[in-house]
């Protein structure tokens, strides 16, 4: 049985007057992946800034399953079970790969967050489970073969994986995923694809923004676009593909290579 994860109602958020989003709703369920899709300037940064708390919104709210939390800070909105990812890799050079997926893991500990970097206890039973969920992490996005390396030296594509592991580290119950495929060749969308399907077969909800429209329509449920701050459209893939309004105002500029 699914569930509404995420619900926004009537959010808005202004910059010195202008407009940068007016009056969006939508809602995303338990196992869904919905895609944020429009042109550029359309208001898709602001939407996750504002989501994850890195932005004020001007007026609306942000539930996250029940509680709403649109005046919560980031940390908070973490701890309640949303994650973000970057458009530009936010990674720390000089640790290990698996070393950043533990301060992922910061929000569900008990101990310091810092322990299993700089090598302190953990709590009774805490270092088993730590150790565990890092593994699967680990597995589920490629980088297994890394877990030792410094993040500095492994490519910026594993760099881009080591983002989501980091996201995923934190157990959310929904990730929001922007720009995931930016600077990604062919073979690693695939896997970036099939990454995001298997966080959706976890019950995770996942909110994806890209420009990739190809990615687009093979990993989302329901698609929502944005134009100038406002939404124009929401529906499956063959109905936004298939929607004048989009196609006029976004499809027509984009390629799906």
């Known amino acids: 049985m699914t569930e509404v994860v995420l619900r926004v109602e009537g959010l808005c958020k202004s910059f010195s007057g202008v407009h940068a989003i007016r009056d969006l709703s939508f809602e995303v369920e338990s196992s869904e992946v919905m895609g944020l899709i429009g042109p550029n300037g ?38 309640l079970g949303l994650a973000r990812t970057f458009q530009t890799a936010n990674v720390f050079p000089e640790f290990t790969v698996r070393q950043q997926i533990a301060l992922g893991c910061e929000a569900t500990l008990k101990s ?7 090598g302190a206890e953990y709590r009774q039973g805490e270092s088993e489970a730590i150790e565990a969920r890092m ?13 030792d390396d410094l993040v500095g030296t492994i490519s910026s594509a594993q760099q881009r994986f080591l983002m989501v592991a980091t996201a995923l580290a934190s157990e959310p119950k ?24 298997a966080i959706r077969a976890r019950g995770i909800a996942v909110l994806v923004i890209e420009h990739h429209m190809a990615l ?42």
């Open 42 to 79: 359309s208001g898709k940064s602001t939407t996750v800034n504002s989501l994850a708390g890195t932005f004020p919104v001007t007026s609306g709210e942000i539930v996250l399953t029940g509680t709403s939390i649109q005046h919560l800070p980031e940390c908070e909105r973490v701890e």
């Open 112 to 118: 310091s967050p810092l322990s299993s970097v700089f």
């Open 135 to 147: 593994h699967d992490l680990l597995e589920i996005t490629g980088l297994l073969d890394v877990a």
């Open 174 to 197: 929904i990730v929001l995923l922007d720009e995931p495929a930016a600077g990604l060749v062919s073979h690693e969308r695939k896997t970036l694809s099939d990454l995001i399907k």
């Open 216 to 257: 687009i329509m093979d990993v989302c449920d329901r698609i929502v676009v944005l134009n100038f701050g406002s939404k124009i459209a929401d529906g499956t893939p063959a109905e936004i593909r298939s929607n004048p309004a989009v196609i006029d105002a976004y499809l027509g500029e984009v390629s799906d290579a």
